[in-house]
């Protein structure tokens, strides 16, 4: 067997990343699944009131960068891991 393959094989770092990116893997698909419901929340408050709710757009926001963080840690892009491993992402932009 190859070392470099053996020393991969034995290294702690590689199954601990597995291990957050299942856990992180988790966190995505309920973040995915409570992105759809707010969704679906704006547009029932756009339509019933004519705009918008501040506070579901402001999480929405936040929410998505939460998302975004996941896929950079899931997909090698990033070595920081999200959300609880440091703050939620901030909701405060001027854009929104």
């Known amino acids: 067997m190859n070392s470099q393959l053996k020393s991969n094989l034995t290294s702690i770092h590689h199954w601990l990343r597995l291990a957050y ?6 966190l995505l698909q ?6 759809w419901i707010l969704v679906v ?3 029932l408050m756009s339509l019933f009131t004519g705009s918008d709710h501040p506070t579901l757009r ?3 926001h936040s929410l998505s960068v ?11 892009n990033s070595e920081e891991k ?3 491993f440091q ?10």
């Open 30 to 35: 309920v973040a995915v699944a409570v992105m």
């Open 82 to 84: 999200p959300f609880p």
């Open 58 to 60: 402001r999480f929405g």
């Open 21 to 26: 990116m299942v856990l992180f893997a988790a």
């Open 66 to 76: 939460f998302i975004y963080q996941s896929w950079q840690f899931l997909s090698y």
């Open 41 to 43: 929340l704006q547009f």
């Open 87 to 96: 703050e939620w992402p901030d909701s405060r932009d001027d854009t929104i």
